[in-house]
């Protein structure tokens, strides 16, 4: 395993955390001085490196003691709020004594919905790369209302992933990766391929006491990157050296193959899940010709029954069978209006054309 040659040139680094903070919810220093150490040391050798961590709830723990009847809401916030600054500033500092800069963005599921907004976005993580600046992100849970939520930071560092076209998606956890429970021993799976769906009869249910991702939230967001292009990897952050061992090609934690990469805007589409604006209910000759491996296929109207809420062109929206089954998501080619006027009809544009369309497995 060679030092000098990494495996991958861009990546996203997950951290958990009950990867960073201790038994009492706090931060723990040591675990930040060796993941600020390994990831500026992969930058120093030419890996560019995206952080996303969790923790402000946990930082805001070891700074304020909250008083008052204060609800479960106004509780996270609160935390969140001021431990913000406290974990940025942890970050930060370590990697100032490395030479080099970090920078806070804080984003909710609302940034990744408008396409214009999403392109902004990585026009952002782009340029901070180029200046060599490590950009360090969380979801903004002070702002974060229920259904602008993400499931958890591993939902949202898997949409940043696939906005950057990173060679790999690294999720730290505080456990070894994803364990065999159906073999004797319940070994470490070390490899998955995106083609088998099978892997949640090997998790144990339960979560972490101060996270909100489980681990079928992380196979579920690995297996959808694996197939569009990215390889996933799920590993113990407090391993030493874990970073350092995955970016030089080492065995360590779940790898989840990827296959084949797909086109930007398709990838944008597939994990657009939660953030679409309407939907087309389709019969079952559209849906048959939209699941068949035989032939590509765009959606037109004459296979709609029903259009749903209100969205224009450009919009992602929800693709569903007559019994509310969602088929897939797409890029609308036009408004909601146009989409009712012209359903059933034949004789029009594709309300979806192929491109911009991607069928749920």
């Known amino acids: ?45 030419g890996v560019e490196v995206i952080l996303v961590t969790s923790g402000a709830v946990g930082a805001g723990r070891g700074i304020v003691s909250l008083t008052g009847n204060l609800t479960p809401v106004e509780t996270r916030q609160v935390l969140a709020a001021t431990g913000q600054i406290r974990l940025i500033n942890a970050y930060n500092d370590r990697f100032e004594k490395h030479g080099m800069t970090g920078a806070q963005l804080l984003v909710t599921k609302g940034d990744f919905r408008d396409r214009q907004h999403y392109l902004n976005m990585r026009t952002c993580f782009e340029a901070l790369l180029a200046q060599k600046i490590v950009p360090i992100v969380n979801e903004n849970d002070a702002v974060a209302v229920t259904e602008l939520m993400f499931t958890d930071n591993d939902e949202l560092s898997g949409l940043i992933a696939s906005m950057l076209q990173v060679d790999a998606h690294i999720i730290l956890s505080n456990v070894d990766g994803l364990f065999d429970t159906l073999t004797e021993g319940n070994p470490v799976i070390e490899e998955i391929d995106p083609g088998s769906k099978n892997f949640s009869q090997y998790i144990r249910p339960g979560k972490s006491e101060f996270g909100r991702g489980g681990m079928l939230t992380k196979c579920t967001i690995a297996h959808k990157l694996s197939r569009l292009g990215i390889t996933v990897h799920i590993a113990n952050g407090t391993t030493p050296g874990i970073l350092q061992t995955i970016a030089h090609g080492g065995r360590t934690g779940t790898k989840f193959i990827a296959q084949k990469p797909k086109q930007s805007r398709k990838r944008w589409i597939a994990l657009s899940e939660g953030l679409e604006k309407g939907a087309v209910i389709i019969n079952q000759g559209a849906k048959d010709a939209l699941t ?23 919009d992602v929206i929800r693709i569903c069978s007559e019994d509310g089954t969602v088929i897939g998501y797409g890029m609308a080619s036009c408004t909601a209006e146009k989409a009712r006027a012209t359903a059933g009809q034949k004789g029009h544009k594709p309300v979806i054309h192929y491109d911009h369309l991607y069928i749920v497995p």
Not at 17 to 33: C, E, H, S, W, Y
């Open 292 to 314: 068949s491996d035989e032939r590509a296929t765009s959606l037109l109207p004459v296979g709609i029954t029903g259009v749903e809420g209100s969205f224009k062109r450009g």
């Open 1 to 45: 395993m060679s030092q000098q040659h990494p495996v991958y040139r861009r990546i996203v680094v997950k951290v958990g955390t009950n990867v960073i903070t201790g038994r009492d919810g706090k931060l723990d220093p040591a675990i930040l001085d060796s993941l600020t150490a390994q990831i500026a040391s992969l930058m120093q050798g």
